[in-house]
T-cell receptor, first 117, second 117 residues
Framework: DADVTQTPRNRITKTGKRIMLECSQT?????MYWYRQDPGLGLRLIYY???????NKGEISDGYSVSRQAQAKFSLSLESAIPNQTALYFC????????????????FGPGTRLTVT | AQKVTQAQTEISVVEKEDVTLDCVYE???????LFWYKQPPSGELVFLIR??????QNEISGRYSWNFQKSTSSFNFTITASQVVDSAVYFC??????????????FGAGTQVVVTP
């Protein structure tokens, strides 16, 4: 089984709808992240969470909200989806408790392809 | 501020040719980590390599090699004897280690590699 899973893998929704993307991990990591990928822009950070009670905005958080329901679960919501939120969304995890170099590794889920029409 | 530049948007080669992907970075942090990720057509992000700022030793792993040069702030990636399976988008990423704050992972825009038979 994959260590970081995302559901759904693909979603088509209409403008104005609320949608939630979910991320679960079995790696036991404390930190979780949401990124979006747009062609030609690489991955950009939406939100990140260092633990259940520590949630922070990334560089493009407008129009998004998150919930860290448990250490292993981190959900991303689009309250009122708009077409320019059409993108590939990635969840990632990392473990701050690892020593040295490996504490900076981020492990990515398979991605959710979201289309807003 | 951190910045990662991948000036090559797309590189097309014929199978068995070598291909080099350029990555230039900017950071004020004295300690930082550089990464390369591969994104095949299936969409997932595959971690390839991590280097830290104190280790400029170049590395070879099978058909992959990396050339890290602090003097030019570059971390280039070469695929030797390319194969069709190497067709993917390749991302360079940088993570600084600032003294008093969390260093986020900054991605370049990616380079699409197309290998034709």
């Amino acid at each position: 089984d994959a260590d970081v899973t995302q559901t759904p893998r693909n979603r088509i929704t209409k403008t104005g709808k609320r949608i939630m993307l979910e991320c679960s991990q079995t790696k036991g990591h404390d930190r979780m992240y949401w990124y979006r990928q747009d062609p030609g822009l690489g991955l950009r950070l939406i939100y990140y969470s260092f633990d259940v009670k520590d949630i922070n905005k990334g560089e493009i958080s407008d129009g998004y909200s998150v919930s860290r329901q448990a250490q292993a679960k981190f959900s991303l919501s689009l309250e009122s989806a708009i077409p320019n939120q059409t993108a590939l969304y990635f969840c990632a995890t990392s473990d701050s408790r690892l020593a040295g170099t490996y504490s900076y590794e981020q492990y990515f889920g398979p991605g959710t392809r979201l289309t807003v029409t | 501020a951190q910045k990662v530049t991948q000036a090559q948007t797309e590189i097309s080669v014929v199978e068995k040719e070598d291909v080099t992907l350029d990555c230039v970075y900017e950071t004020r942090d004295t300690t930082y980590y550089l990464f390369w990720y591969k994104q095949p057509p299936s969409g997932e992000l595959v971690f390839l390599i991590r280097r830290n700022s104190f280790d400029e030793q170049n590395e070879i792993s099978g058909r992959y090699s990396w050339n890290f040069q602090k003097s030019t702030s570059s971390f280039n990636f070469t695929i030797t004897a390319s194969q069709v399976v190497d067709s993917a988008v390749y991302f360079c990423a940088l993570r600084g280690v600032p003294r008093d704050s969390w260093g986020k992972l900054q991605f370049g825009a990616g380079t699409q590699v197309v290998v034709t038979p």
